[in-house]
């Protein structure tokens, strides 16, 4: 049997600013049996307009991604917020037009964010990366509240050699992030992920982790500003063990 | 009180400000956020419960008439009056009119969100009456002039030592060397402060959590027993309540009220739960020989005809702003009206338009942590989404943000195009960040750099990079 | 006119309102309790919410428990307010207590009432408003006690609810209060005190 065709669902932050992220996803929906194609007709999933009221905008990228994907046997996003975009909402932005329904439905079930795909869909036998140090893991709100990921990051996390998984006090609170909040409404935003950044500390872990690079850069930007040594990674950075690349928001040239 | 949610952001950057405030609300998490949490833990089916609550709201609000005029029927042959009332205004003129035809000088109230959505007290106190609010928080906050920052805590903005310093500004009457300073002393001050009033008011003042159809009861429920003084000892008893209120039997009122304390405070059941049915009986010994009820409008109605609809099954247990990231940050205040947090972000601009109100759904993250404790399952994200819909349709604020929007939108459709932009983008980027990793100031982002800073892109898009490694260059 | 209008408005509002009504649930089973089960599960929630819960065998033993328990929580008074035909003939000299009739005044230390029924699921009283039992009673006095049968201690408030029903034929007290603990606030500060407005400690006799 040839091995399923995954359309990576790259996402919008992941492509512009952090593309390790996306290899180390592809690296991990390899490991678990597929092969990895990347459609060039897909940009971002419309959340930022969604969220901001243009529900025309989202609706076309809507379409857009859905057929970008249509020889895939599954999508994956390394993002629960992404994710949850073209899982939950796109069927809704479509409600009402029977044959588009059908088609957002159908996209819909095969759609899935890359830690419940490989613990629950794919499967994978072992994970390659290994960490030797303390890790501590925030849940995005997205992924946690509309997808339900929980364990599933955590069996993937428990599975790296090395490592050591310590919980922060309120890892479902929310770090702040928002999209376009933390931009429009600064001084909340920083009130909020003070209170989160705060509370991973307290873990005493060498690396934040969390499913989504918009909470990472959030946490990331807020610990550098504040000096704070604790460096962040998305998770399939670790799990797929690339780690080349310097933290996020930490410098090639000077790694803390 | 008179609406001030243009100025959110200022209002909220004051209050990050506030360390007072601060410490104040320091306390949420580990106070009623705490306390439901072991409340919802204790009782295997309150997920069940949630659900059949819902249900109970849905059917309710789908045969609304019937069930109002059902109550009406009942609560009139008990010997209560009912008034109806379409908005604030003729509410507030009911409501004087009943005390004018009583002679009425004092009137005690029992905490009610409705009386401070119409503005009542400030109308009657224009009419020459005396308003003393009974819940001690409203009380609190009634001497200082503030509005509730929280609907069933309406004073948790405040620390004891505010409540110190108030109690000796306004009871001038007493002994200014007394010892006050612990929460006990206080209460036993304001209890015997107010033992006064209830024993002197003309009129009483109550919301009502619920009315029974069933019945002809309205249903309210405290802890520290003011409510029940309120209708008991004065000769007029007036229930507010708006449409939204009413609940077909005693069990479904049982089914909410199962959900509604553990969600507001964690308690299984409040001290006081209360049904009252009319004025006092011939035989009674006590009670009011006048029952009144005004069930008001203002707004209900075209809330129910609208998309807004979900929003009316709230029950006002204020669970959605405790676990609000956004209301812990800043408190109630900042809403600039009566009702905050998530379902102030839903039910202000319904009641006020979305014009003057659009921050309020806007300033969300949208965590979803609302939805997830609601005991009605009130889909507060996407009726705050909804509003921002209708805030969009409106144009976007600054022209800045209108052209921004517009080109954004143009590329993301147009794939080509749009990651041909990112490879320029994300190059100069790359060059610019690459020494630090990161960027501390910008010409854009002010409001993301003012606080932290940005991570650099690591200066070439995934795409390029996977189509490199496509045609077997290495990475 | 209002009326009218608000009622119009509704049914505009509703095009269809032949849906169904709703089925009510019964409660939630890890809430139900029967007979001696439910007795403990009242009183351990009674307790847990700050009440002291005695038990008599006798009514006639009442106001001796009554002067017991008053003393042991070192309460003091010379007089009881009740208006209960059932409690009035009890021997009240012996506890040293002189009863008060009618509506509870200001300054009264003490009152006693009789529930209607209590519930299990959460440790509440149910107390019925009338010349028996007049309202005030439970909340202008210092201190609350309150009796209740054993036999009317029932599982779910389900269950009280339809004792009510049997017993007022679908017309209510004035006033059934639910009571669930002494009166309390959490306005100050954040912590709970006793005794906000209403009793400041409520007792209760199980006979």
């Known amino acids: 049997m040839p091995a399923p065709r995954a359309g990576l669902f790259v996402t919008c932050l992941v492509d512009l600013m952090r593309p390790s992220i996306g290899f180390a996803a592809a690296r991990l929906i390899e490991a678990a049996g597929c092969t990895v194609v990347v459609p060039d007709r897909q940009t971002c999933c419309g959340q930022p307009a969604y969220n901001s009221g243009d529900r025309a905008t989202a609706k076309s990228l809507a379409l857009q991604t859905i057929r970008a994907f249509a020889d895939c046997e599954y999508v994956v996003a390394p993002s629960g917020s992404c994710a949850a975009m073209l899982k939950v909402h796109y069927p809704c932005l479509v409600s009402g037009e029977p044959d588009l329904e059908a088609e957002a439905d159908a996209f819909a079930a095969k759609v899935h964010e890359l830690c419940t795909f490989l613990t629950d869909i794919r499967p994978i036998a072992s994970v390659p990366g290994r960490y030797d140090g303390r890790v501590t893991y925030h849940d995005a709100c997205s992924g946690l509240r509309e997808l339900g990921i929980k364990s599933a990051p955590r069996r993937l996390l428990a599975a790296v050699e090395g490592l050591e998984l310590t919980e922060m006090p309120e890892s479902e609170a929310c770090c702040g992030f928002g999209g376009l909040f933390a931009e429009k409404y600064a001084d909340i935003s920083n009130a909020i992920v003070t209170r989160k950044t705060d509370n991973a500390a307290t873990a005493e872990a060498s690396l934040l982790l969390a499913g989504d690079l918009g909470c990472l850069m959030n946490m990331a930007g807020k610990l550098t500003r504040t000096g704070h040594p604790l460096a962040c990674r998305h998770i399939a950075e670790v799990l797929a063990g690339e780690l080349t690349d310097p933290p996020i928001g930490h410098s090639a040239v000077s790694t803390p | ?475 | ?207």
């Open chain 2, 1 to 475: 009180m008179k609406p001030d949610t243009a100025h959110f952001r200022e209002s909220a950057a004051a209050a990050i400000a506030d360390p007072r405030l601060q410490s104040a609300l320091a306390k949420l998490p580990g106070g009623l956020v705490a306390q439901r949490r072991a409340a919802v833990s204790a009782l295997p089916e309150f997920e069940a419960l949630r659900d059949e609550a819902r249900a109970i709201r849905d059917a309710t609000l789908a045969n609304l008439a019937t069930h109002l005029e059902a109550f009406e029927a009942k609560a009139t042959a008990m010997g209560s009056r009912v008034h109806w009332a379409t908005d604030a205004d003729e509410a507030r003129r009911t409501i004087s009119e009943i005390c004018s035809r009583a002679n009425a000088r004092l009137v005690i109230k029992g905490k009610s969100m409705v009386t401070e959505e119409i503005g009542l007290n400030a109308h009657l106190e224009s009419s020459g009456l005396d308003i003393i609010e009974s819940d001690l928080g409203e009380y609190i906050i009634q001497k200082r002039g503030e509005s509730p920052s929280h609907i069933i805590a309406p004073a948790i903005h405040l620390t004891e030592a505010d409540v110190d310093a108030d109690f000796r500004a306004y009871h001038t009457h007493l002994d200014q060397n007394r010892e006050l300073g612990t929460p006990e002393r206080l209460v036993a001050e304001a209890r015997a402060v107010l033992r006064e009033k209830f024993l002197s008011a003309d009129v009483g003042i109550t919301g009502a959590n619920f009315l029974i159809s069933e019945t002809g009861s309205s249903i309210i429920v405290t802890n520290e027993g003011n409510g029940d003084l309120t209708q008991i000892l004065p000769r007029i008893h007036i229930v507010v309540a708006t449409i939204d209120k009413v609940v077909p039997t005693l069990n479904e009122a049982m089914t909410l009220l199962r959900v509604l304390a553990r969600s507001a405070t964690g308690q299984d059941m409040t001290a006081y739960t209360t049904l009252a049915t009319g004025p006092r009986r011939t035989d009674d010994l006590d009670g009011p020989t006048e029952c009144h009820i005004v069930l008001v409008d203002n707004g209900r109605t075209e809330m129910l005809a609208s998309d807004m609809r979900e929003a009316l099954r709230c029950i006002r247990c204020g669970a959605c702003m405790n676990h609000c990231p956004v209301y812990n940050a800043i408190g109630g205040h900042a809403y600039g009206w009566v009702y905050p947090g998530p379902i102030g972000a839903v039910l202000t601009p319904a009641l006020l338009g979305i014009t003057e109100t659009s921050h309020l759904p806007n300033a969300s993250t949208f965590c979803g942590s609302c939805e997830s404790v609601c005991p009605v399952k009130i889909p507060l994200v996407s009726l705050m989404r909804t509003w921002r819909e209708r805030a969009h349709d409106q144009g976007p604020r600054t022209l800045t943000a209108r052209i921004l929007s517009k080109l954004w939108s143009a590329a993301a459709t147009r794939p080509a195009l749009y990651h041909l932009i990112a490879c320029f983008a994300v190059a100069i980027g790359g060059a610019l960040g690459r020494a630090n990793g990161r960027f501390r100031a910008l010409p854009l982002a002010r409001g993301w750099l003012k606080h932290r800073d940005l991570p650099a892109p690591q200066g070439r898009t995934f795409q390029q990079l996977w189509k490199e490694t496509e045609r077997g260059v290495p990475r």
């Open chain 3, 1 to 207: 006119m209002s009326r009218y209008a608000i009622l119009a408005r509704i049914r505009a509002a509703n095009p269809n309102p032949q849906s169904p009504p709703h089925e009510a649930k019964p409660a939630p089973a890890s809430l139900a309790s029967t007979g001696a089960d439910a007795v403990l599960r009242f009183r351990t929630a009674a307790e847990a919410k700050g009440v002291t819960v005695v038990d008599i065998d006798h009514p006639a033993e009442l106001p001796l428990a009554i002067a017991r328990t008053l003393s042991a929580a070192n309460l003091r008074a010379d007089a009881i307010r009740l208006n209960d035909p059932a409690l009035i003939g009890l021997p009240w000299s012996d506890a040293n207590l002189t009863i008060t009739r009618g509506a509870a005044e200001p300054h009264d230390m003490l009152a006693l009432s009789s529930a209607v029924s209590a519930v299990a699921e959460t440790g509440s009283l149910l107390l019925a408003s009338g010349p028996d039992n007049p309202s005030s009673l439970a909340f202008l006095p210092e201190t609350h006690l309150v009796t209740i049968a054993r036999s009317t201690i029932v599982g779910t408030f389900e269950e009280a609810f339809a004792l009510l029903r049997t017993r007022y034929d679908n017309s209510l007290p004035r006033a059934v209060n639910i009571i669930s603990g002494a009166s309390r606030t959490g306005d100050i500060g954040g912590r709970i005190v006793q005794g906000a407005h209403g009793p400041r400690q409520l007792f209760v006799f199980i006979t």
